[in-house]
């Protein structure tokens, strides 16, 4: 998700990769925008996770979807996500309230 902007030699291999970022590399300012905003609680870069998640089960994803993204091996620890929500029925959406389905470009 976050490449590193030049390539560098794996060690084992002896080929030159692109990795990703060191994690301080998004700590640090992530850190410091928090910091420069105020926030009374604790952010970091597993905010951004648990974030992504609860985004993906508000706009209706399907729960094993968004287990397979976060990399979780059982549905239960993902369903933490759901209960966070905490949207009983109103979180149930007829088929007649979503949007029409747009056509896309054909399977290649």
Known sequence: MFPASKGSVDPR???????????????????AAV???GFSKRVG?????HSFATYLLQHGHDIRTVQELLGHRSVKTTMI???VLDL???????????????PGPPDV
Request: overall charge positive; some cysteine; aromatic content about 6%.
């Open 88 to 102: 009983g029925a109103r979180g149930v959406r007829s088929p007649l309230d979503w949007p029409p389905i747009q």
């Open 81 to 83: 996500y759901a209960h």
């Open 13 to 31: 291999s002896g080929l030159i990769a692109r990795f990703h970022l060191h994690p301080t590399a998004i700590q640090r300012p992530l850190g």
């Open 35 to 37: 910091r420069d905003l």
């Open 45 to 49: 870069c597993h905010t951004l996770r």
